[in-house]
């Protein structure tokens, strides 16, 4: 028998928890990955007994790596405690419907130490496919546009600017030319690249206000293919810490870049990946009965460039380290990892330009 932690006393506690709550006598958990900075997740394990179970525990007690520091701010982009809120609400129940859920809450436990673990059906399903893209994108566009902007007092409010602000990147190495010089910026960044980031970090106050700006949405804000399993006919949708108000679009706008960020996608096929999530996205909204201004859902998505501003500069600063992949698991070469996400930065300015089009044909 294996337990979720290996402290003594605590592994006594949490066997008692899961006893109590699974009613098994034996288990084993196998931890799973996630982003380990995050001070908001104590881990993830899959638990295997009488049948799969997903335990999360949220906790407000570590520090969290630069940037990922836990908030006890309800609106605050990182909340310790939101996900547990979702799930306490039953707020995925808004977007039923449309093809696209939440896991299945199967207990929630408040320890005595602090924290809150969170019992989820262990939803199984398979990565997206290419296709599959399109099928999610289509069902949120049908939650999205079937249902209000609820207000809760625990959903994140300025999501966009607070998670972009909270980067302390060395945005000076921009400006610098020994840091573009290195071999694995020079031979594998595209030519041009550097101007159209100090254009992006120059307008980076005018994207966030114009995000701010555009119609709104209850949002995930954090679609990506991690975090998505296509089981059946139906999408799941996890990991639910950062939900709150956002623009209609921006969810999409966070999707396709990120699945070419962490190598699902190769960059080549981004602007594939775009013209069939965004066409299957607005087939959504249509289906759900929203009638706005189709222009406005996608200069949300070409804007949400900017949530990238910090990503180069960090590069930047981390040329001659171990580059490893999500969750720090295991190592990535470096030559792909910065061919791949400098031709994705390189799409994202094209985003860039065609919001600031957008922006000058729809007055904004």
């Not at 939101?82 to 696209?100: N, Q």
């Not at 030559?335 to 922006?359: P, Q």
Request: with cysteine; hydrophobic share 45%.
């Amino acid at each position: 028998m294996s337990y979720p932690q290996s402290r003594g006393t605590y592994d006594l506690q949490v066997s008692d928890e899961i006893r109590a709550v699974l009613g098994w006598s034996e288990w084993t958990a196998e931890p799973l990955t996630h982003n380990a900075m995050n001070a908001v997740t104590k881990g993830i394990w899959r638990l295997r007994g009488d049948r799969p179970v997903i335990l999360k525990v949220l906790t407000s007690a570590d520090e969290g790596g630069l940037g990922w520091a836990a908030s006890h701010d309800p609106r605050h982009w990182n909340y310790w405690r939101r996900e547990a809120e979702v799930y306490a609400d039953g707020l995925p129940e808004l977007w039923k419907g449309s093809g696209l859920r939440a896991p299945e809450l199967v207990a929630m436990v408040e320890r005595d130490d602090g924290d809150v673990a969170l019992y989820l059906e262990d939803a199984g399903g398979e990565r997206l496919t290419f296709e599959r893209h399109a099928v999610m994108a289509r069902q949120l566009g049908r939650a999205q546009g079937g249902s209000l902007a609820p207000d809760r007092p625990w959903l994140s409010r300025s999501f966009l600017r607070e998670y972009v602000e909270s980067k302390d990147v060395p945005y000076e190495l921009l400006d610098d030319e020994a840091a573009w010089r290195h071999p694995l910026v020079s031979e594998h960044f595209p030519p041009g690249l550097r101007a159209e980031l100090v254009r992006l970090h120059r307008d980076r106050e005018w994207f966030l206000r114009l995000m701010e700006s555009l119609p709104r949405a209850l949002c995930h804000l954090d679609v990506w293919p991690n975090n998505l399993l296509a089981r059946g006919t139906e999408t799941v949708l996890l990991d639910w810490a950062f939900a709150g108000d956002g623009a209609l679009g921006e969810d999409i706008g966070n999707h396709v870049p990120d699945s070419a960020f962490d190598l699902f996608v190769p960059a080549s096929e981004l602007p594939a990946l775009d013209r069939a999530v965004f066409g299957a996205y607005v087939r959504g909204l249509r289906e759900a009965g929203w009638s706005g201004d189709e222009r406005l859902v996608r200069l949300a998505v070409c804007a949400s460039a900017v949530k990238y501003d910090w990503l180069v500069p960090m590069m930047l600063r981390a040329v001659d380290r171990e580059q490893l992949d999500y969750g720090g698991g295991r190592p990535v070469e470096a030559a792909r990892r910065y061919r791949e996400r400098g031709a994705a930065m390189m799409f994202l300015a094209g985003w860039a330009d065609e919001a600031r089009r957008l922006a000058d044909a729809v007055a904004l």
